[in-house]
């Protein structure tokens, strides 16, 4: 079983829907969990934090579920400029293990 | 904000020659830096970790012969990749961490293409 799992996707929305992405790791003790952008060609960036008790940035929601070992990104009013891969990441005692990433396309 | 500087951002190399990557962290220290290679439409792959001052610990599968790493300072490691061939070709990517912290800045990449 690896690690950190993401579905691949593709996922293609129109513009304005609201999509969801999860992740499950493995390890149980994982300390820390975020959630990066990559652009196609480009070096990832991180998108946000995820906390225990759920955090919002504007139209981005992450959620983090301890007991089944999940996170979630949710994106909604999406743009085509959030067209893009997600990827999950988790930190165990400094060790940042990286999911496969989501693919995502919004189309006009 | 925090900045690592990727040098050279594409080569393209000569099967058999060696090509070495710099990654700088700009305006913090860089106890932690990671290298990554990528290939087309896959995910990062954790190819070293190097702490500054010690041998860099290298994932299963990573030849460390073939990967020199190399972390002499707070502020520079190096990718040298040994006696490229076309499969080495990739997209190579470092990032960095100072002390404490758990959040990743990531250079903006090296794309080498070994013919």
């Known amino acids: 079983r690896k690690e950190v799992e993401q579905d691949p996707g593709p996922f293609n929305v129109p513009e304005g829907a609201t999509v969801a992405f999860n992740c499950t790791y493995s390890n149980s003790a994982s300390q820390s969990f975020f959630w990066y952008r990559q652009d196609c060609r480009k070096e990832p960036k991180l998108l946000m934090s995820?906390?225990?008790s759920g955090n919002e940035d504007g139209r981005f929601t992450a959620q983090l579920n301890r007991a089944s070992q999940y996170i979630s990104l949710l994106i909604r009013d999406s743009k085509l400029s959030d067209s893009a891969t997600y990827l999950c990441v988790v930190n165990l005692d400094n060790d940042m293990r990286f999911g496969a990433g989501t693919r995502l396309t919004v189309k006009p | 904000g925090a900045v690592v500087s990727q040098h050279p951002s594409w080569v393209i190399c000569k099967s058999g020659t060696s090509v070495k990557i710099e990654c700088r962290s700009l305006?913090?220290?860089?106890?932690?830096m990671f290298w990554y290679r990528q290939f087309p439409k896959q995910s990062l792959m954790l190819m070293a970790t190097?702490?500054?001052?010690?041998?860099?610990?290298?994932e299963q599968g990573v030849e460390k012969d073939k990967f020199l790493i190399n972390h002499a300072s707070l502020t520079l490691s190096t990718l040298t990749v040994t006696s490229a061939h076309p499969e080495d070709s990739s997209f190579y990517i470092c990032?960095?961490?100072?002390?404490?912290?758990?959040?990743?800045?990531f250079g903006a990449g090296s794309r080498l293409t070994v013919l």
């Open positions: 305006d913090f220290q860089a106890t932690t």
């Open positions: 990032s960095a961490r100072w002390a404490g912290a758990n959040v990743l800045t």
């Open positions: 190097s702490n500054e001052g010690s041998k860099a610990t290298y």
């Open positions: 995820v906390y225990s």
